[in-house]
């Protein structure tokens, strides 16, 4: 029964992290695109 629950917390552990880096990707997408937005209206 340890060995489920071991592996049930690694399951959410990875899931988490996993939701993280999607997380900063968004970030980092959104600010790329409001860069491209302000160059945009600047010419």
């Known amino acids: ?3 489920l629950f071991a592996a049930y917390m690694v ?3 990875l899931l988490s992290g996993y939701l993280v ?3 900063k990707r968004q970030q980092k997408i959104n600010k790329e695109i409001e860069f491209i ?3 945009e209206n600047t010419q």
């Open 11 to 13: 399951i959410w552990i």
């Open 21 to 23: 880096i999607l997380g």
């Open 37 to 39: 937005r302000e160059l």
């Open 1 to 3: 029964m340890s060995y």
